[in-house]
């Protein structure tokens, strides 16, 4: 999967796992952050959480408009130091008042606006190397890649932003209130990684930092479209563009309600072989015991096959140790790291997904791109159904916690001792974590089918003139999506749960239905 690629993929996928493990080790404790040091009621917290998510996907549109003037290389680096200044600004422990609400906005803004002039045009530069017909019909395998190397960063994140606050509280003696401020600092080195990486290998991608004027004006050859033919395929574009919308408003609940139900209704401790599941060294292990094995079947040389067999046998290796050495009183079960096993799903499912649709694509039934982001809708629905059933005798979330006697205004609340105390009171109330391992796993099927599809579809199917827009097109409706994820914090607690999950299974129904209408005139654009 990796062979015959050009150099300036893995350059730029590197640059991006950076950028998105500092991003999502952020992200991974945002919303209870806003709840803890600012003591903000659920639905404020996820307002503020889903327009910053909106304006973070909103901006790569603007990004997208400024690159095609001036080039995509210069904003990506223009990017990365703005959202370093951001991620600084949250680092510095302010306190909760007025001054700190102020910074914490500021540092929203210059986040939101350097990820508008990185992330957008990082992926055009990614399309431009598939532009060359040598590797043109590699485009949708290097999107797969590309998108599994963002998922290693946010693989990483949730551990690593517990553990680093679980460091500042045990050996600095912090607050868990300050403590979140060091995440923080993990999302600063990592855009100091991700700099060196771009620059490092920048003469690997250096021709494709050009916008298409910047091009012309150089003599190179641009391709030409007829108005009609780029007028076909804005709308093609934009047609897809307006069902992501809801995909990213269900999906992007797992960090908002999904954290939420994880930090109030979720069995506090973890035992037996489940409990490997919450250790980010056993999800390494997995992911290099499935590559190793694709190594082993695919590779053409007995060294190679080799060193996959011993990979494969020293993961397996790892993975029977911990087993046998599983503690008896479990793991204790911390809301943000389930986060992490979305991130992991992906990396781990890609060279499944990628081999099965090589296989189709060999014998000429491959879905189209379109086709593939109407299943992923459909498999989202399926997602929030599980949730719906696992969580039709659960009660309410302002009873529960009422139950628990939690107020995560209280910046030093320990969630994981209440319900430890309430289950010793009898109270049984609980889902166990497997509900939500299960969710994401669903959710993960539904993304790979729908986000590297949809990014590959914008690079392919953009008029030359306006990739940045374009790509920035498909940002905004990711916006769109982010911020109508508050939907589901402002029921939280006003309705049963199953009905909450129910509004998603619904959305997601009704946007793979005009899929599936709409598919004629998609697929059309693609000839």
Known sequence: ?????PKGLFAL?????????????????????????????????????????AFVYFMPFVGGILADKIGY????????????????????PLGGGSFAMSIMILALVLISIGTGLFKGNLQVMVGNLYDDPKYADRRDSAFSIFYMAINIGAMFAPTAAVKIMDWAQKSMGYSVNDSYHFAFMVACASLIL???????????FKHVENSVKQAASTGQKVEELTPEQTKKRIIALCLVFAVVIFFW???????????YFANEYVYPVST????????????????LLVYACFSLVQSKSATGKSVSAVVAIAAIGVLVYKYLNISADGVDVAAPIFQQFNPFYVVALTPVSMAIFGALAKKGKEPSAPRKIAYGMVVAALAYVVMAVFSKDLLSPNLQAEALGYNPANEDVDIIALKKAAIENGFTNFADPNVLIFTYLILTFGELLLSP????????????????????????ATAAGNYLVSVGSNFWGTMPLWGLWGIFVGVCALAALFMFVMMGKLEDATK
């Open 1 to 5: 999967m990796f062979k015959n690629q």
């Open 13 to 53: 996928a590197l640059a991006n796992t950076g950028e998105r493990f500092g991003y999502y080790t952020m992200l991974a404790v945002f919303a209870l952050f806003l709840r803890a040091n600012f003591g903000l009621e659920p639905k404020t917290a996820g307002q503020i959480y889903s327009i910053f998510l």
């Open 73 to 92: 290389g210069k904003c990506v680096t223009i990017g990365i130091i703005v959202m370093f200044l951001g991620y600084v600004c949250l680092a510095i």
């Open 194 to 204: 991700s700099i060196l990486i771009y620059y490092f290998c920048r003469p690997w």
């Open 249 to 259: 408003m269900a999906f992007h609940q797992n960090g908002l309600t999904l954290t």
């Open 272 to 287: 037996g072989i489940q409990s490997m599941s919450f250790s980010i060294v056993n999800l390494l292990m997995i992911v």
């Open 453 to 476: 599809m949809g990014i590959s579809f914008v690079s392919k199917v953009a008029p030359p003139k306006y990739k940045g827009m374009m790509m920035g097109g498909w940002f905004v």
